[in-house]
T-cell receptor, first 117, second 111 residues
């Protein structure tokens, strides 16, 4: 199956700093990538949809100025958590779909465990 | 809005059969997915239903009834490694065809 690589897998940062998470589709192109957040023992919550070459679409309640998304190419989307606070500590996961394959499953990255201290 | 419900936790015995239910109320529908997720890892795809009926894939089967907004995942011949969270996700069929996830069911398989 298609491979999505997410980096870093773990990151610890100080409160007030920014953290960038990368999501790459390794063997396919993706015009759309999705960013999710998952708190302990809870399910995945869609944060935003990342569209190549255009602005991301954010879900209600997600601050676009805090969670900056850039989808500069067909294989790379980045999520930057700006001015991170301890409450931003969570598991962040990206997913991507094959171009033109609207009805196939999404392929997930390995996830990034963010801890803000 | 999207509302997807699953039991929070289930326990079953090794070798047995377990059924995990999922009910949904969404603004649109374009398929239902089941994913398996081990703690601290990304979800892995198990099954996809878009038409009513049963889809079988080895030890795993998934059923869908669109009129009832209901699906289940059936796991047969349970193994210890099946202990994980099982996530029901619905594609809403609008815009980017977003996937919305249920709360997940944490399954514990005991000897």
């Amino acid at each position: 199956g298609a491979v999505v690589s997410q980096h870093p897998s773990r990151v610890i940062c100080k409160s007030g700093t920014s953290v960038k998470i990368e999501c790459r589709s390794l063997d396919f192109q993706a015009t759309t990538m999705f960013w999710y957040r998952q708190f302990p023992k809870q399910s995945l919550m869609l944060m935003a949809t990342s569209n190549e070459g255009s602005k991301a679409t954010y879900e209600q309640g997600v601050e676009k100025d805090k969670f900056l998304i850039n989808h500069a190419s067909l294989t790379l989307s980045t999520l930057t958590v700006t001015s991170a606070h301890p409450e931003d500590s969570s598991f962040y996961i990206c997913s991507a779909r094959l171009i033109g394959q609207m009805n196939t499953e999404a392929f997930f990255g390995q996830g990034t465990r963010l801890t803000v201290v | 809005g999207q509302n997807i419900d699953q039991p929070t936790e289930m326990t079953a015995t090794e070798g047995a059969i377990v059924q995990i239910n999922c009910t949904y109320q969404t603004s649109g529908f374009n398929g239902l997915f089941w994913y398996q997720q081990h703690a601290g890892e990304a979800p892995t795809f198990l099954s996809y239903n878009v038409l009513d009926g049963l889809e079988e894939k080895g030890r795993f089967s998934s059923f869908l009834s669109r009129s009832k907004g209901y699906s289940y995942l059936l796991l047969k011949e349970l193994q210890m490694k099946d202990s994980a969270s099982y996530l029901c996700a619905v594609r809403d069929g609008t815009g980017a065809n977003n996937l919305f996830f249920g709360t997940g069911t944490r399954l514990t398989v005991i000897p």
